[in-house]
């Protein structure tokens, strides 16, 4: 466990903490060539090092190479569409391979059969019902009310963000699902809070009643819907 912290918080060190923007920028301009990348691989090297006190010598090679091709990799491959997901792919292989340095110096067994538990299923099907199913549920009871919303709101200034109200929706579900779990009552009620406080000036500005409306249903339905999931997974685990 010591040895995959360390490892880890040499990764996030090296790869975020000591990795300047202009060194990213000037390492997607120059590919292969910029001098910031041989630096970045320096600093990860160090990082290693120091943080490994020198020890497990072999397994920092593999660290500090591997990141190197793949740094070089995603740097080939990247674009203005899919800078995005190469970036999550990049971490992915990253830690990948401190995984596997891991296993090669302190084996270990992974459990896959826990995967599929009856406790594993059910917190991911309540995760998956609390963050999309319930948005579509929400978006048919409140069908009614979309289009003489929307005609309302073409006549205000400004606009949302694409999807934001959906993302919304899913995390704050999952914050007072996660509550639940945890029986922390009261910090449902600050969510709630907070979210207002953030409405309040939009719906006070627009003086829209129609909207004021619409926005609060949206957000009882949102906060009921986590809140009943969460006693009934409660529940359904104590059975277990």
């Known amino acids: 466990m010591i040895l995959a912290l360390k490892?880890?918080?040499?990764?996030?060190?090296?790869?975020?903490?000591?990795?300047?923007?202009?060194?990213?920028?000037?390492?997607?301009?120059?590919?292969?060539?910029s001098k910031f990348l041989y630096w970045h691989i320096g600093v990860h090297l160090l990082t290693l090092l120091l943080i490994l006190?020198?020890?497990y010598l072999g397994a920092v090679a593999i660290i500090v190479i591997s990141h190197f091709l793949i740094d070089i990799g995603k740097l080939s491959l990247t674009n203005e569409k899919n800078y995005r997901w190469l970036f999550v792919v990049d971490q992915i292989l990253h830690i990948l391979v401190i995984a596997a340095m891991i296993y090669w110096i302190s084996p270990f067994e992974i459990d896959f059969t826990a995967l599929?538990?009856?406790?594993?299923?059910?917190?991911?099907?309540?995760?998956?019902?609390?963050?999309?199913?319930?948005?579509?549920?929400?978006?048919?009871?409140?069908?009614?009310?979309?289009?003489?919303?929307?005609?309302?709101?073409e006549s205000t200034e400004g606009g949302s963000l694409k999807n934001a109200g959906t993302y919304i929706g899913m995390l704050?579900?999952?914050?007072?699902?996660?509550?639940?779990?945890?029986?922390?009552?009261?910090?449902?009620?600050?969510?709630?809070?907070?979210?207002?406080?953030f409405r309040f000036g939009d719906l006070n500005k627009g003086k829209n009643r129609k909207l004021t409306e619409y926005v609060l249903i949206g957000t009882l339905l949102s906060f009921g819907f986590a809140i009943l999931s969460?006693?009934?997974?409660s529940y359904l685990t104590s059975l277990l």
């Open 7 to 33: 490892l880890i918080l040499a990764h996030f060190i090296g790869d975020f903490v000591l990795q300047p923007g202009h060194w990213v920028e000037d390492k997607l301009q120059n590919k292969w060539k």
């Open 53 to 55: 006190q020198f020890q």
């Open 116 to 153: 599929f538990g009856e406790k594993t299923l059910l917190l991911v099907t309540f995760l998956v019902f609390v963050t999309y199913v319930c948005g579509i549920f929400m978006r048919m009871l409140l069908a009614p009310y979309i289009d003489e919303i929307a005609k309302d709101d």
């Open 172 to 197: 704050e579900r999952l914050f007072v699902f996660g509550f639940i779990l945890i029986q922390q009552w009261a910090a449902i009620g600050l969510l709630i809070a907070a979210k207002s406080v």
């Open 230 to 233: 969460g006693v009934a997974y």
